[in-house]
């Protein structure tokens, strides 16, 4: 079973997970012994690398550091992060921008594009915002990168009633829930397969798919060992 989870979840998942994942399907197993069956079968779950910086300088209006460093809630739609991660691929460099929900550790929109320009941005926030279109009083952290600086940027945040909340210069603690989120997708599903991908259009798919399955699939303890959308569903059926 260890074995079936682990594929299952293309060598995702370490002894945590697992231990989760076997409890979720009625299977009581010590840690210690998955830790020691896990040697012994050789599975061992990916590990991780390094990413891009969008800051530039002050090139617009810095906001104040409202999440400092905490990131605890258990509402869905009240903490919002984004940052923009490089991949570099065969066909040229690609830019991932997401929004990821602090309360339900889901994706809520994302775009991928050949350039970290402003229509990246522009995308993201209009299908975060027809998705939900109540976010007066949100909180949206970022760190101090270009786009964020930018008007447009900062404008349709405050028309949505929107909070926004921005990293001290240089200091990547002070947003490392998104810095976890994209070293978990590099680690799972990018790095070691890079040759694989020969088009945009072909890495643009995977990143898709990689989103959904987490989303809908992968468990973690944050979200008490279910998919994000599940405990999304959750959390708002408490509310």
Known sequence: MIKTIFFENKERYGFRRIEAELRNRGIIVNHKKIIRLMKKLSLKAKVRKQKYHSYIGEVGHIADNIINRDFTTDKPNEKWTTDVSQFNCPF?????????????????SWDLSLSPNLNQIK?????????????????????????????????????????????????????????????????????????????????????????????????????????????????????
């Open 123 to 239: 995308h993201m926030l209009d299908e975060a915002f027809t998705k939900y279109p109540n976010l007066e009083g949100l909180v949206f952290h970022s760190d101090q990168g270009w786009q964020y600086q930018h008007n447009y940027y900062q404008e349709r945040l405050k028309e949505m009633g929107i909070v926004q909340s921005m990293s001290r210069k240089g200091n990547c603690i002070d947003n490392c829930i998104m810095e976890s989120f994209f070293g978990t997708l590099k680690n799972e599903m990018f790095y070691g397969h890079e040759s694989e991908f020969k088009s945009f259009e072909e890495f643009k798919k995977a990143i898709s798919d990689y989103i959904n399955y987490y989303n809908n699939e992968r468990i973690k303890k944050k979200t008490k060992w279910m998919p994000p959308t599940k405990y999304r569903e959750t959390s708002t059926m408490c509310l």
């Open 92 to 108: 040229g460099k690609v830019y991932l921008s997401p929004i990821l929900d602090m309360g339900a550790g889901d994706i809520v």
